[in-house]
């Protein structure tokens, strides 16, 4: 019984790892082509908006499933107010602080998704897409 809730949370990972390289080569990719040309505030806005938005729909309806029933405006908030501080507050910052000591936002991006992955799929997992327990299903015991 223990394997099925294993297998279960590594393909529920592997899902993650899958939603979050398409947020982030979406983001890299005009990050990266709109920089020089708009400036990195607004190429960071752009491309995280436009990442953000596939990373929501593929993991309220794909990763997190399970969660699919949930109210989709209070899920759409947390992920909304979460999104905001982190991705264009925190990842702006850690961008910007990062081009200052000389490092541009191509290395920089990767350095950013580093901490992002493990952040995200907790405060995802634990707020922003978590399961109702009330709507679990009870273990009957035998």
Known sequence: MAKKKTKSLITQIVEYFITGGVW????????????????????NFIGNAVGITLNFILSRYWVFSENKDKNLA????????????????????????????GIEPAIGQFIAA???????YVWYKLWVFKVDDKKKPKKVKK
């Open 74 to 101: 209070s899920t759409t908030w947390k992920y909304v107010i979460y999104t905001a501080l982190n991705a264009f507050l925190l990842n702006y910052l850690i961008l910007l602080g990062l081009k200052n000591i």
């Open 24 to 43: 982030f080569w979406t983001g890299y990719i005009l990050i990266i082509t709109l920089d020089d040309v708009i400036g990195l505030f607004w190429a």
């Open 114 to 120: 580093g901490f992002f992955t493990v952040w995200n």
